[in-house]
C-alpha cells in the first residue's frame, strides 16, 4: 500500500525536491502540494494523505495552525513538521497542537524517507535531544499548565510507570528491558494509555506527561 504525502512549503523549489525524491520510492508518492498553511489544511482535508510534510514559517497561514486544524480534523492526516531550526518556540507548538514530530531540512534524504515511513506507521518522531529540549521547556514552567486530562485517573501504576518513561524518551524495546517485561507487553501498555489519554502519539503523552504534572522535569 503507497504512502500518501502532501508537500506544503512555501517556496516551490524546495516542494519540487520534495516531490522528486518522494515519487522515487515505490511505496510512496506526493498527492498534492501547498505553498501555505491554509492551502496545506484544504489539501489534507481534500486528500486525505498518510502525511503531511509541514513547513513551519509560511504565509497566509503558519504550519503550527495548520497542524491544529489537521489535528481536529474527521479523519486527521499525520504531520511531519520540516524546519531550519532546532526545535524553536514553533515546533514546540506543533508538537503540541498534534504534530507526530519534526526533523529538519538539511538531513540526508534518506532520513527524510525513513520518517515519512515511521510517521506513517502510526509512531512519533521523537528523537532524545527532542524530549530533552521539551523537558527543558517544562523545567522552566512553576507549574502545570493545564487541568490534567481526565484518562490520567484511569492509569494504573504500571501504565504510569509507561508513560513516565515514554516522557523520558524511551522506546517500547528500552521500556520492556527497563520494567523487565516483554516487547509486546510495552506495546500493549502503550496502546492502552493513548486510548486512555485520548493521544495521537507518544509526542503527545509527552506532552501530556509534563503539562499535567504528572511527571517532574
Same mark, same amino acid.
Given at each position: ?20 525524491? @518522494? ?7 506526493? $498527492? ?50 520540516? +524546519? +531550519?531550526?532546532? $526545535?524553536d518556540e514553533y ?12 526533523? $529538519? ?6 532520513? $527524510? ?79 492502552? @494509555? ?22 517532574k522535569a
Amino acid at each position: 500500500m503507497s504512502i500518501g504525502v502532501v508537500v506544503a512549503d512555501d517556496q516551490a523549489i524546495v516542494r519540487a525536491g520534495f516531490r522528486l525524491l @518522494i515519487d522515487s520510492e515505490p511505496d510512496m508518492t506526493v $498527492l498534492g502540494e501547498a505553498a501555505d498553511g491554509a492551502e496545506a489544511v484544504a489539501a489534507a482535508r481534500r486528500m486525505t494523505p498518510d502525511v503531511v510534510l509541514m513547513d513551519i514559517r509560511m504565509p497566509v497561514m503558519d504550519g503550527v495552525a495548520a497542524t491544529r486544524l489537521i489535528a481536529a480534523g474527521e479523519t486527521p492526516s499525520r504531520v511531519l513538521i520540516l +524546519t +531550519t531550526f532546532d $526545535l524553536d518556540e514553533y515546533v514546540f507548538a506543533a508538537l503540541h497542537a498534534g504534530a507526530s514530530g519534526f526533523m $529538519l531540512k538539511d538531513r540526508p534524504p534518506e532520513e $527524510l524517507l525513513s520518517a515519512i515511513r515511521v510517521i506513517a506507521a502510526g509512531e512519533a518522531l521523537l528523537a532524545p535531544n527532542v524530549t530533552r529540549r521539551l523537558i527543558e521547556h517544562f523545567i522552566r514552567q512553576p507549574e502545570p499548565l493545564r487541568t490534567p486530562p481526565g484518562g490520567l485517573q484511569e492509569l494504573t501504576v504500571r501504565e504510569r510507570e509507561v508513560l513516565a518513561l515514554i516522557a523520558a524518551g524511551l522506546s517500547n524495546t528500552e521500556i520492556a528491558g527497563k520494567l523487565v517485561i516483554s516487547v509486546p507487553t510495552a506495546k500493549t501498555h502503550v496502546s492502552r @494509555i493513548l486510548a486512555k489519554l485520548a493521544a495521537r502519539d507518544r509526542a503527545q503523552l509527552v506532552v501530556i506527561a509534563y503539562q499535567s504534572g504528572l511527571v517532574k522535569a
